[in-house]
Structures are given as C-alpha cells and as structure tokens.
C-alpha cells in the first residue's frame, strides 16, 4: 500500500445479515475494504458472495441491524442510485452492455441517459470513450461493433463504462471465468493500474491462484458466515481451500476400484479447433473426472460423445463394438445420455410440466396400443423417478421453473435415466445448485455408478472431481494431458495443475 | 468508405444490388433508365417508406407492429370525418389531425404492450384485428369521395417535359418522405432517446439495469410508428382522392419484408433510415423492372420472396471484412 495512503476506507460494513425464506444466506457479516486496495471475495458456490456483493450495490437490503458506511459516509439503507452516486459499480457476470452498438457506445453509455432527450454528440462520446480506456493503458479500436469483440475485450469494455462513471470501487464477478491466461494476464494488469490511480476493486474469482496474485487481502465466507479476513502473504492455495470449505467438508475422497467391465472407449478422437488426440476408456460402475479451464474442450468432447458433432479422426466404441453416431438420437438408442451445461437453457423447458419434462427423452416408450401417448404410463414414470431421486416437488404438473436450481438439476437427471442409459455424460452438474443440495446430487452420482453405470463427470471446479470421482483426467488446449488418482494425488496438486 | 461499409453493411450490400440491378435493367429494357420512370418511382413508394421509418423505430426498439396499416386506413375514416366537422380545414390542420390519431393509435399499443407485459406480436395481431373489425363495421364497408379539396388536388412540387412530350413530376408526398426520413434520422441518431431505443432493443435487461425508462421506450416506438402510419394514411388518400376502408390491408408485410430488407433486425438493436429507404427501393424497383420486361404481375410476388430469402440467407457475410482482407493482402 502507498505512503500516502488515503485514510477513508472505501467500504466499511458490519453486522449484515440476510434471510431468504427462514434461511440464512448471510450472518452476521463484516466486509471491509480500504480505498485503492485489491480485496478478493472467496468461498464456495452458495456461500453468500453473491449476496453480499447484492446488498453492497444496493439490490437487496440487509436485516435491520447493518451498520453500512461508504467512503466514510453513513448510510441507513442503500438504493442502486445511491450505490452509483456514491462511486460503486457492478461489473456482472453477464457484463450488460449492447451487442449492436460500438465500443465507444458503450463505454459512454451513461452520457446517454437520462429521461429529457438531448442531441448526441459522437465526439463528445468518443472522447469520453478513449480518455476511460487510456486510464486503463489500453487500446481498443472505438468504432468496432461490440458484438465482435472476444469476451476479454467485452470485459475491458465493462470495466471502462464503469470508470466512465467515475466509480471508485468496483466489483468483478467472477471477470476471468471465461477468459484464456493471457487474457487473464491482461485483465489482471488492468486492475493493478486501477489499484494504483486509487480505484479499490473487489474481486471475486473461483482461481485461487489468481486470487493470491493480485489482492492484498481475501474476505472468505462459508455457509453465509465470515470465516476471516487475511493477507494474502504468506497464504497458500491448499490453505485458502481449507478455510473455504471448511473442516466438516474435509471428509474421504470417494475414489475406489471400479469392478465393472470397459464399457466406453474413445480412441485418438479429435475435431480440429476443438480436441485432440483424446483417448480414455470408462468401466462400468466408474465414476470418471474430467475437469479443465473453460475453452479446454470438455463440452466440445461431450457433444461428439452424444452424437452432436462429429469428430474428424478416431473411434468411440461401446461394448466392445464400434459407434456411428450420426445425431443425438443415435446417442440416446445406444445409451447414451447427457446431462448439459446449460441446465436453464438447454436441460429443461422451463414453462412445461415437470412431468412433461421427466418423459421427453422417452416419448417413444410410453405409447399406448394405437401409439399415442399414454397418461398413465408416464404418471407410472415420472412418479418412479421422483422417489428414486428424492426430488422434492408439489405436484408432477407444476411447471419446472417453480423448482429450486438443485430440484431442476435432479429432474434434468430423471429425464435422462428414463432412457435406461448405459454411459452418463454429466457437464458441469452443479453450476448454480448449493452447497446443500450439491452433496445430494454427488450421492446420487454415486447410487448410480454402484448400480454400474459409467459415469464421466465434467466440471471445472477441480474440489468437485477431487472429491467425487475414481479417477480425473485433466484436459488442456483440447488435450488430455494428465491423469490422477485423487488417492494418490493431492487436491492442492492438481488445482495447481489446472489453474497454471 | 472502410468506416461506411464497416458501420453499415447491409445498407452496402444493399446499395450495390441496387445499382447492378439497375444497371441490368437499364440495359434490358430502353424505358427504365428515364426521369419519367424514376419520378414515378418515388412517387408510388413514398408511402411505404414514411411507414417504413415508422416501424423501423419499433424494430429498434425490439418490438414488431402488424397493425400499422390498418391503422392508417382508421386515421383515413377520423381524418375524414374530423375535418369535416370543423368545416374542412387545410394542411396544417390535416397533418396535425393525420399525425394526433396515429399516435394516439401507437400509443394504444405500447400500452397494452407495456401494461400486461404482452409481447407486440400478439398485442399488434389483436390491435390489427380489433381495428379493422370497428373500421368496416362503422363504415359499412363504404368508401368516402368527399375530401376536402386542399387534400384531393394534387400538389406538384416539381414538373418538367421531356424530349418525347411526356412529363417528369414529383409530388407532396415525396417530400413529406424526405421529412419523415430526416425527422426520423435525427431521433434515432442523434438524440440520447434514439440511443436508448437502441440499447433497449439490443438488450432489454441491461438497459434496465442502466436505468432506462422502458415504458417510456415502448410508447416512443410505437407512438412514433402511429404518428408515421397516420401521416402516410393522410398521403395515400392524397394521392387516391378516395379512402377505402380495406386498401391498405396486406401492405404492413410488404412494408415489414422491405425494412428487414434493409438491415432492420427483428430482434432489436440494429437498423437505419437509408436501408428502409433503399429496401423499399429494391422491392419496388425489382417490381418496376418485371412490369417492363413484360413479367406477368402474378410472379411479382414469387420473385419479392426469392429476394428477401436471398437477402435474409446471406446476411452474415461482412463486405467490410473482404475489404480489410483486400487492403492488407
């Protein structure tokens, strides 16, 4: 930190707390943080970042009781205007801005607001647009459509709309979920120049490497509650893991010797772009991982196994016999299923039934005689898998969006063991599920692969295959590059691995 | 030139087609290329692009209006039976008229829209339907003859005698287009509100998030396609000296086909007068072009589709990548 330190902490909040329906997400929470620092936010899925980060911005409002003082300034209850006023600004996930407007548009965007209209001055907006991305010692081309641009550019662009508005802190979610390390490299110096012309930003990532590099200090919650605050000198990501899952989640990994038969097998698969050389084989009753930074080519992989792109080179056999698959209904009839990433868009159609949706894949198998559908086979179906699954629903005909995020995850799951699959593909199972019900999914996943499914389990939370499976395959540029036996290799080990 | 194609690429594209088109027309048939062709070209479409504009702003803004047409045909009847009450009035009267009840028109939709969080598809089907069925109710189907004078004489802005006798003319309502397009221009270009229609269409949740009136959007959108469609009505019976209450049903598709032409996305966000302009152009010349040839009138339709596939289908190819590729090489 400079000599010259500012002494007003840009944030100062104590005593927060938030309840949702009877459950705490967050209690009795202090978050600090000083004017031009880095600070990271850290902890689990679920854990109450997000809330936090809610209540800061003044989407929610906390339990009576907060104490809540911005740049030295008291308040009672925080409105998003004031939020903005007072110089904090949200640089979301999904990042907000407009694909079919230009760079300069965008990062001036706030000079266009504003209910009484005014003549737009493109000069005006560009310099605006060019003095924000100067601060950030950045060059972008003003005149390009945003739409396209890549990601880490739409970030930088983020970032700039946010300086435009003369924020003085800003928060990142998770800004590096999708960008490759080099983009990372330069989005992190982008910050570090915020840092040093006083602008604090707090920083919200699931790499804990990362995270070390470039904060001075990690606030870490689990379950809702503040575990600490500490510098991140001297830490090490083994113990940053620790303190976020937390003793009671330091239990066995599940690792065992499958007994099964080699049901999957993928010979030198590759698509060009996408994956190469990819070889594994997968036991019946298996539970394998496969984990690896987002544009690895996991879920590329994935598609070709289900059918829906082909691959240029290579074989993929079942049994013993070589596959052809032509689409993913080819998939589905050999047994082949596949739970996606994309749960809300591509898992579930949200406004029908959750029986509807339970049976989709298997229409063809709950025909009557003349080969119309048939009620009660499907009330026979979706009640059985309701019970084996535990879902907890109302009623069979509520529509699927009235389920919490790890109910949906179960009913995508019921949908595609009604096909009676043989090889479970499972993408990224636990995005947006909490920690709760991410535990009953895992057993589940387990139940299955006792029954002597194979299982390969995708994901990039490297803690998930860890814990989960028998055996994890770590994917890189498309290529497998390592194998582990969560037995013999640490979690520490293969986090740094992957987050390399 | 680079930032033009860059900034407009379907309007490029667009403008290049028109010309070979042109072009091949000019040399296959000797009455295309005149000024008598070309003033009657304009003359004929004035009105579809004073509604193109119009619903171009709702395309922007990510909506969609079937019901302009017809509305405009709605405007005919009250403008008619408005300025008779008052004695007959003139054309300030008449545009004031013409321009209050197609906003007033849009404004019924944007409500509907904004209020019951109806998407326009459906409101502007329902609004379309509703106001056809009041209009030939009321009027019975019949037509109106008795126009105020100032309103059924026609007003030539511009007239000239070519070497075969003939005359070249440009009439009222070609430069109540040129209006509209500028009036239009300036809204979605060069005002903070344009710019927000623009974003509101591009990405309604971050708009919100930026603090964009979004009730306020929808009732400038489809205000503004009302006001366009109530003053293209005022213009069509100008130039028919007659209103006929089911004359202009069918031509809200044609005028939609022509916009999305143009480069207008049915998703919001992207769009600009001179592509309207120019869609409007290419149907209508395309149509001209078949009429000198001698193509039976029945294929007209079949070929306007062939065109708007084309258009449609290769719309992701980008003329400003060729060109930066060509400067590079």
Known sequence: ?500 | MHRFLRAYPTESKLLAVLLILCAGLSIASPDFLTLVNFTSLLNNNAVNVIWAVGLLVVLIAGGIDISFAVAASVVQYLCVYALVAIGGGNWAIGFLFAGGFGLALGLINAFLIHQFRIISIVVTISTFNAFFGLLMFFSSGRFLYNLPSWWSNRVILWEYQTANGTWAELILPVLVMAICMAATWILIRRTTTGRQLYAFGDNPEGARRAGIPIGLMQAIAFGWCGMMAGIGGLMQAHITKEVIPNALVGRELEVLAAVVLGGARLGGGRGSVLGCFLGVLLVAITQNGLNLLGVSPYAFKMVVGIIILLAISTSNLDPAKWFAKGGKV
């Open chain 1, 1 to 500: 930190m400079p000599a010259d330190a500012p002494p007003v902490d840009a944030l100062r909040f104590s005593g927060i707390a938030k309840i949702f329906g009877g459950v705490k997400a967050l209690d009795d929470v202090s978050f600090t943080v000083g004017a031009g620092e880095v600070h990271c936010l850290a902890g689990e899925n679920g854990c109450g970042k997000s809330t936090l980060i809610k209540i800061v911005t003044g989407v929610y409002q906390p339990e009576p009781g907060a104490r809540m003082q911005i740049f030295g300034q008291d308040y009672a209850q925080i409105s998003p205007t004031q939020a903005r006023k007072a110089g904090i600004a949200v640089i979301w996930q999904d990042l907000a801005l407009f694909a079919e407007m230009t760079v300069a548009e965008n990062i001036a965007f706030e000079t266009m607001l504003g209910n009484r209209p005014r003549g737009v001055s493109y000069s005006r907006l560009r310099t605006a647009a060019a003095s924000a991305l100067a601060r950030l010692d950045v060059d972008l081309d003003l005149d390009a459509r945003l739409g396209d641009l890549p990601i880490a550019q739409r970030q930088i662009v983020a970032i700039a709309r946010a300086l435009v508005s003369d924020a003085r802190l800003i928060f990142m979610d998770e800004p590096t979920a999708s960008l490759t390390q080099s983009e990372t490299d330069a989005l992190l110096s982008v910050v570090r120049t915020l840092s040093a012309r006083g602008v604090a930003v707090v920083f919200v990532s699931h790499r804990l490497a990362e995270v070390l590099e470039i904060s001075s200090r990690v606030t870490v919650l689990r379950d809702g509650k503040l575990v600490g605050v500490y510098p991140t000198e001297g830490m090490t990501q083994s113990r940053l893991t620790e303190l976020m899952t937390g003793s009671s989640f330091a239990q066995d990994v599940m690792a065992r010797d499958p007994t099964g038969s080699d049901v999957l097998r993928v010979d030198d698969l590759s698509r060009a772009g996408e994956y190469e050389g990819v070889s594994f084989t997968l036991r019946g009753g298996e539970v394998l991982g496969l984990t690896g930074l987002i544009g690895a080519g996991r879920t590329e992989l994935c598609h070709t196994l289900f059918g829906m792109t082909p691959a240029d080179r290579g074989r993929i056999s079942l049994n013993g016999r070589e596959l052809n698959l032509s689409s993913n209904r080819d998939a589905v009839a050999e047994g082949i299923a596949y739970v996606s990433e994309d749960r809300l868009a591509l898992g579930l159609i949200q406004p029908q039934s959750i029986s509807d949706n339970t049976v989709l894949a298997v229409l063809r198998r709950i025909t009557g005689g003349v080969g119309l559908l048939s009620g009660q086979k499907q009330e026979a179906t979706v009640a059985h898998w309701m019970a084996e699954l535990a879902v907890k629903i109302g009623k069979p005909a509520d529509a699927v969006s009235t389920l919490s995020g790890g109910n949906q995850q179960r009913v995508v799951l019921a949908k595609w063991l009604a096909t009676q699959p043989k090889v479970l593909l499972l993408d990224c199972p636990t995005v947006g599920v909490d920690v709760g019900a991410r535990a009953g999914i895992f057993r589940i996943v387990r139940q299955l692969a006792e029954k002597g499914l194979a299982i390969l389990l995708v994901s990039d939370e490297v803690p998930e295959v860890y814990m989960n499976a028998d055996r994890v395959l770590h994917m890189a540029g498309g290529r497998i590059v390592a194998e582990w036996d969560p037995r013999r290799t640490g979690l520490s080990e293969m986090e740094a691995a992957v987050y390399a």
